[in-house]
């Protein structure tokens, strides 16, 4: 069965800090990755999405992710964390077929001065 | 170009009343889907439309819910007889084809009481 899990629901880093969200998937199939990120209150923004080819995307806001085929991994980085990343983040994976994302419960991330 | 438009953004009703959320995809889009999100928890997906048709309903409950995707006009997610269990965020997604980037909408926050 498909599913998506972000072991870690809460995660604390210090500005300027860097920063790793894990993401596991379980597909019968070729994934297609995507990292989510959502505010309080609104709604999701993608960060980077991974079809095919080079296994390290790049993102917005300085985010980037690697997808390990071996270890059905894709985790978020972010060398320098900023006051503003403070959110709600989620991975994805969808279907070949379209039909539907499968959505990991979130990670939680604190930013402290 | 405008995103995706969801309305209400919140809604609230009293247990046996009905419930309407609205969508309206981005430009060009013809594949929408929806989601929900219970606290704590991450996205579920309920239902994938196309113009006029339902692609994929295994996400829906099988009793008081209902979506459409007329020619004209928003997608519908209808909830009638609402119960409390119902309080959730409700997302719109849509996208161009069928195999893409999701592009999701701000959400409808709906409270039963």
Redesign the interface.
């Known amino acids: 069965a498909q599913s998506v899990t972000q072991p870690d629901i809460h995660i604390t880093v210090s500005e300027g800090a860097s920063l790793e969200l894990r993401c596991n998937y379980s597909y019968g199939a070729t994934p297609y990755l995507f990292w989510y990120v959502q505010s309080p209150g609104q709604g999701l923004q993608l960060l980077l999405k991974y079809f095919s080819g080079d296994t390290l995307v790049q993102g917005i806001k300085g985010f980037e992710a690697e997808f390990k085929r071996s270890q059905s991994s894709f985790n978020l980085r972010k060398p320098s964390v900023h006051w503003s990343d403070a959110a709600e983040y989620f991975c994805a994976v969808g279907a070949l077929t379209g039909n539907q994302f499968y959505f990991g419960t979130g990670t939680s991330l604190t930013v402290i001065p | 170009n405008a995103g995706?438009m969801q309305n209400p953004r919140h809604l609230v009703r009293r247990r046996g009343q009905e419930a309407r959320l609205r969508c309206s995809p981005m430009k060009g889009h013809s594949?929408v889907?929806w989601?929900r999100q219970l606290p704590?928890?991450?996205?579920?997906?309920m239902v994938?439309l196309q113009k006029e048709n339902i692609?994929?309903e295994?996400?829906m409950p099988k009793e008081r819910f209902s979506a459409e995707f007329p020619k004209e006009g928003p997608s519908i997610l209808r909830i009638q007889q609402v119960v409390r269990g119902d309080s959730a965020a409700y997302?719109c997604?849509s996208?161009p084809?069928?195999?893409?980037?999701?592009?999701?909408?701000?959400?409808t926050?709906l409270t039963v009481l």
């Open positions: 995706v594949h889907y989601y704590e928890e991450g996205l579920k997906f994938y692609i994929d295994s996400g997302f997604a996208s084809v069928s195999v893409d980037e999701q592009f999701f909408g701000p959400g926050r």
